[in-house]
């Protein structure tokens, strides 16, 4: 959808027009809106049939409340919503199965929490790549509510060690949900472990079966802290 569609739309819902032009745009069942700025995005509560959304680079706003009534969402992307971290205005879009969340290379897209999870029960695919939480461990808890969840995602490198483990040990046979403790970029010659600041050694280096070895002892010692907390 271009620029300017999206700005024609945004004038017919709010000015409440009656045209034919305003019920076409009633009857969108998917949105993409990509590279501009809105103070408020309301007027998306009047797609009441809109199955798929897309925002991509959209800043000036903050509130995805107004995306609560969206009864018929089926698929949310988000990417690079620059004063958005918020996203509690998504709990109770029980129709829901797909959200993704991204920043960029250059910008982690922030969240303040993950308990909008709670109230995304029928959420079936989840994929959070460049962001990061400021949430304490363990924010990553609310994943226990998604008991229809068939697909886990995460970004490396966006989460504290210890989220990883609860993330795997909550998700038990989700895809996607057991990661490599470590990843080898053979054009680099770099080992890189799993979670935020966790480091990386080089490939061949005298130490290198050690730090392994040690990393993996540390991750184990994250799946314990974890079990105690889901008592398991």
């Known amino acids: 959808m271009s620029v300017g569609i999206c700005r024609s739309l945004l004038c017919i819902f709010r000015a409440r027009s009656r045209s034919p032009h305003y019920r076409d745009l009633g009857s969108l069942s998917v949105c993409a809106l990509r590279g501009f700025k809105l103070k408020i995005i309301d ?3 009047e797609l009441p049939l809109l199955q798929e959304l897309v925002l991509e680079y959209v800043s000036g706003f903050c509130d995805l409340l107004p995306l609560r009534e969206l ?9 690079n919503l620059r ?27 922030p ?10 029960c029928g959420l079936e695919v989840l994929k959070l790549t460049w962001v990061k939480c400021k949430a304490s461990y363990p924010a990553l808890l609310p994943l226990a509510a998604l008991k229809n969840l068939k697909k886990l995602s995460l970004y490396p490198h966006a989460f504290a060690l210890e989220e990883y483990a609860l993330a795997q040990l909550i998700c038990e046979g989700v895809e996607g949900a057991q990661m490599p403790l470590a990843v080898e970029f053979k054009d680099t010659g770099y080992v890189y472990f799993l979670g935020r600041g966790s ?18 002892q540390k991750f184990e010692a ?11």
Request: with cysteine; net charge positive.
């Open 43 to 45: 007027f998306l509560a």
């Open 83 to 109: 004063r958005v971290s918020d996203f509690s205005g998504l709990s109770g879009i029980a129709s829901l199965r797909y959200l993704c969340i991204n920043g960029t290379l250059d910008w982690d897209q």
């Open 71 to 79: 009864k018929n969402l089926r698929s949310a992307h988000f990417e």
């Open 199 to 216: 480091g990386y050694t080089k490939m061949g280096a005298k130490n290198e079966l050690q730090r392994r070895a040690e990393f993996e």
């Open 111 to 120: 969240i303040a929490d993950f308990e909008f999870l709670k109230g995304l």
């Open 222 to 232: 994250c799946k314990q802290k974890a079990r105690e907390i889901l008592n398991l």
